[in-house]
Nanobody, 124 residues
Framework: QVRLVESGGGLVQAGGSLRLSCAAS????????MGWFRQAPGKEREFVAT????????LYADSVKGRFTISRDNAKNTVSLQMNSLEPEDTALYYC?????????????????WGQGTQVTVSS
């Protein structure tokens, strides 16, 4: 049984930083891409960042490129999202997701398992 548990959300002022983490269990972590998605109130869920199973390839949404960095530690079964220069528009519930293969993708349909989410609130 796959389980994904996010942590690290919170309230931060605009321009600040947060680091989200996601601990995975249940199957061979390095065999699957990992992604971060977010959903703000009244909006559709949107892709944020993804990383391949090996960790060698990453992809970011244009809105976060240059500010957010995704990384993974396959020895610890964790994936992280370092968020810098946060903006009020980044306020959302952030979800960790595990892909259906090692290949990364920005499409939600390419992810099989999802965490419960961690709230990020950026004040202006």
């Amino acid at each position: 049984q796959v389980r994904l548990v996010e942590s690290g959300g919170g309230l931060v002022q605009a321009g600040g930083s947060l680091r989200l983490s996601c601990a995975a269990s249940g199957r061979t972590f390095s065999s699957y891409a990992m992604g971060w998605f977010r959903q703000a109130p009244g909006k559709e869920r949107e892709f944020v960042a993804t990383i391949s199973g090996s960790g060698r390839s990453t992809l970011y949404a244009d809105s976060v490129k240059g500010r957010f960095t995704i990384s993974r530690d396959n020895a610890k079964n964790t994936v992280s999202l370092q968020m810098n220069s946060l903006e009020p528009e980044d306020t959302a519930l952030y979800y960790c997701a595990q892909g259906i293969s090692m290949v990364y993708s920005g499409a939600a349909r390419s992810y099989e398992y999802w965490g419960q989410g961690t709230q990020v609130t950026v004040s202006s």
